[in-house]
């Protein structure tokens, strides 16, 4: 089938059952969660199968380690996934909620209503729980969604999705609810973006190239997460302790994780005191160490950091550290190098804490805390669809509400405009 | 000056600007407000002289009666801008509300604030007043514009511009927090729409064409109104009197405005006995109607609808008409048609009326109230700079809320993730 035409059709029927989907109840919507966990259950040893096919591809086609464990699911993996769809099912539907309720002056009652975008595009890559992870939170805020994963899946996404329509089926919902493209035609990614009739918005999820390119052609909104180059600020007025223990925490719980900190600024006034107690915590761990000039001063034994190590998110046992003034040169720092994703400020003065918070521009801002709290699950949201490095509708970790829109609503009892 | 390198000097000082504004207090800004309601007042003659240049040019360009009418300013549209400046003065400040304030078992303190969205780049068409008030909005809100009017104003606008730097100066701000490109070169608004690093957001202001040409061509997010083709639907438990004023009032009592109706959508089983009444109104008022089959019939005078008429926004004394069968048929038009603006629904069968709001899928919904309550005034939201017709971040009528963000904050007492 022509490219364009099936992708088309693909839109059409998104659109009609986000119809359904907008209406369904929460235990509609619930129902179908645990009735696609039942036959994910069941056709277990289908979806590993096929697995299988993927692995066999992959190695084929000399996919590197890192990729085939991205790629891999066992009994665990679907366990998981299982849990996931149980997870979703248990939180709370944001759909219909009024809020800002009021009379106005000529007598009509106004509220907003929360109600889904409608339809929304996944375009990710080869992890293939996420065909799970997605279609979940998207059903559960009662969007319709067309999932479409990495070549290297196809097999593997192809059963979970037949897993998703029957459950979708067995609950009432029509299958459509949820489509899986099924094709490894790269030509289907460009029609997707570009569907403006049929889709609200493009949630890509997965590198930082895949982001890039999907942001630079799509014509339907994008909410996405760019990377996560993530400062901590060790103030003048910092309590020692406490700064140890979050750059530690910050740099060294998780390195491949976007909310890890890559840059650590000192303010000048305790850098010689607090750089060499850093200095050891790292080296222990073998995390490397790149200063600047005055860094370096105070830790000879690092290397030297370039321009490019204050932009660059490490994901890696690395750490780029530099010296500053105070706590202006920290926000001047961070505003222009940062990728606007979380930034935490070390302090025990309260109104250097409320400045950094109300000057520095990014998702998230802390004060005394790491970086890493920066989740959607640490954030209490239940679960996350990604974290947005955007500015409008949803920036930080999206959750089910980030899903979502406001309508207005007006009830009124014959009001005529004078 | 080559236009790349003028547009991007122009994005590095409103960037700049923007950081300024962010932490601006609310007396600043207004204080800001009203140093420019002063400066305009005082350059009245030059801004009336300025324009005057631009009106004689229209008229040797063959601008016609209605767009020179836009373009023209005198002493009352002069009065007009400096009160909306005080008005936008006497709004509450959203910059800086704390919302969602909670403490997560992690023991850190979380919470949304409402911020400046930084640089909102603003393209109109031919009205100089626009200037003014994108100018106040986004002042107001906090964020630094880019403002770039129609080529046919360029003297008014660059006159607007002075009282705007200047008041801004008196003030204590950087002038680059509000820039009216100086050039009517159109190479400007394709370099204005890519300033990706530089502009955060983009509203463009104007005639479809503009808006469909800058949606187009946009690397930078777009709050846009395309735009209203609004619906009233008479239901079969319509109040007949509350269904005609408010289906003359929809019509009639402003016809080139986007909240006016412009399609009726009426119930088979009410239809005979509601249409010759409508029509009655409509004809006095000379207001042309086009029916469907099944309402010429019962008017046997009006002219027959085509299918363009169900998707058109006449913005004129028109109306098209069309009989439905029920609830269900008059939802299914309108999601299919209407270009998600504003739709109304005439019954006093509370359930229908729910119905309706839930699945009617556009920025406003309403029950028995007239579709030109949809506007930010109507709503309280003080003033607005536009209602959107995107389903993301702004929805409806966009007032100073809709040019902020939130951002995460998080109070931490030296917490860290385990």
């Known amino acids: 089938m022509d490219i364009k035409v099936y992708m088309q059709s693909v839109g059409i029927a998104a659109r009609a059952a986000s119809r359904d989907l907008a209406r369904a109840s929460s235990d509609l919507k619930n129902n179908a969660l645990i009735a696609i966990a039942k036959q994910l259950n069941s056709n277990r040893n289908a979806v590993l199968a ?8 992959g190695r084929n086609n000399g996919l590197n380690d890192a990729l085939l464990d991205r790629l891999k699911l066992n009994n665990a993996r679907i366990d998981a996934m299982i849990e996931g769809l149980h997870q979703v099912a248990k939180l ?33 890559e080869s992890r293939p729980n996420v065909t799970i992870d997605a279609a979940s939170l998207c059903l559960k805020s009662g969007n319709a969604t067309i999932l479409r994963g990495g070549s290297e899946a ?8 037949s897993s998703i329509s029957q459950g979708l089926i067995d609950a009432g919902l029509p299958d459509s609810a949820v489509q899986v493209i099924n094709t490894t035609d ?12 049929s889709v609200d918005v493009i949630v890509p999820r997965g590198g930082k190239g895949l982001i890039e390119r999907v942001s630079a052609d799509a014509r339907v909104p994008v909410i996405k997460h760019l990377d996560g180059n993530c400062h901590v600020y060790i103030d003048d007025y910092a309590a020692i302790d406490k700064a140890l223990a979050i750059a530690d925490n910050a740099k060294t719980h998780r390195y491949g994780v976007c909310n890890a900190m890559e840059s650590l600024l000192v303010a000048e006034s305790v850098a010689a005191q607090v750089l060499p107690l850093i200095a050891k915590i790292y080296s222990e761990k ?31 046992p690395i750490v780029a550290i530099k010296v500053v003034a105070g706590i202006d040169e920290a926000i001047e720092h961070i505003n222009h190098y940062s990728s606007q994703h979380t930034e935490s400020i070390i302090t025990e003065d309260q109104d250097r804490g409320l400045r950094f918070i109300s000057e520095v521009d990014s998702s998230s801002v802390m ?52």
């Open 286 to 316: 073998a995390v490397e160490m790149r200063g600047c000039a005055n860094s370096c001063n105070i830790l000879p034994s690092i290397s030297k950091a370039c321009e490019s190590d204050w932009s660059e998110e490490y994901l890696a």
């Open 186 to 197: 790269r030509a289907a990614v460009g029609e997707l973006i570009t569907l403006t009739e």
């Open 50 to 57: 096929a697995n299988k096919v993927d692995m066999d591809n």
């Open 367 to 418: 004060i005394n805390a790491s970086t890493r709290f920066a989740d959607g699950f640490e954030y209490g949201l239940g679960a996350e669809i990604g974290i947005s490095t955007d500015k409008i509708h949803a920036r930080g970790p999206v959750g089910l509400e980030g899903l979502t829109s406001q309508k207005w609503v007006v009830f009124g009892d014959g009001q005529i405009r004078q």
């Open 154 to 161: 196809i097999e593997s996404n192809q059963a979970i999705a």
């Open 92 to 124: 709370p539907d944001p759909v219909g909620e009024l809020t800002d309720l009021g009379v106005r002056p000529s007598g009509i009652k106004l509220a907003k209503m929360r109600v889904p975008l409608g339809v929304i595009g996944i375009i990710y």
